[in-house]
């Protein structure tokens, strides 16, 4: 029997060393990866371009611990995009970590871009999920009259940015990043001329298309994969995104490097079930032509 029809009964500890190598060399062994924008990516970059200097955008830090890995940087380039471009945003979030993770990610990008808080962007934090539905009414409503303070205390009021922010028809966008299933909520309780885009983890994304398809939805980034690709977007269009203060070098987003091994992993998955279908050729081949000799 020869090697392509005992291909399929290889030792499975042999995948698995070869997975690990393949994962490990391609993070610690730079090299550059080719990033296709999607339609939905694209337009997901393009609303945040184009918000009015007049409008704010509201961020939707609906995530936690459990989806960092597709969440974090898929939120980390939509804000990096706002401070570049000098847009002016709120925080808020449904989910207990998402609000708290998302300030400590913006004071950090921040400080690199040279924007201070309260003037270029403000969080108004945690509100329980059961509450998310009053909460959006009200904003419909009123900032000031839903928030009297924000997260740090200040009085809306007296935050300089909040100035002209009177309701939800002053935010151009909401750009809810989430791992969990509060998009239909903001569906049902925002109205134009407020637009949505979200950023999701994976295994959720194909649920998204609809709304998408429908218009209900403006943008899309899906997983690791959409983090990725708006990430190589914002790096093309703006070259200050990614600066590393010390070197002054442009470097890849999170997601761009995480993209790295995982693209390879899955290109070896690939050519194992390429190669284990064409070792089961063979090798009935093999057998047919031993049965026909006898």
Known sequence: MGFLARFQFIDRRIIYVCVFV??????????????????????????????PDNKVVLIGADWGAGTRAENRPQIAAVIEHLLITKKKFIILGFAQQGPEFTLDLTEELAKK??????????????????????????????FKGTFARDEKGNKTAEIPMMKNVNSMADVHLIAEVTGSGFMESYLRRVTKPTKIAQGCTGIIGPEQYAYLDSGQLVGLMVGMKGAAEYEAKLRREHPEAGVD???????????????????LAHVFI???IIMGNISVYVARKQAAEKGAKA
């Open 113 to 142: 871009h040279g924007r201070k808080y309260g003037e270029d962007f403000c969080s108004f934090g945690f509100k329980p999920a059961g509450a998310i539905d009053s909460t959006l009414l009200s904003l419909g409503q009123s």
């Open 270 to 272: 690939i050519l194992l």
């Open 22 to 51: 393949i994962v490990f060399g391609a993070l610690i062994v730079p090299f550059p990866l080719p990033m296709v924008v999607s339609p939905e990516v694209e337009s997901f970059y393009r609303e945040v371009e184009n918000t």
């Open 245 to 263: 203060p010390v070197t002054k070098k442009q470097l890849p987003g999170d997601a761009m490097i995480a993209m790295r091994p995982q693209s």
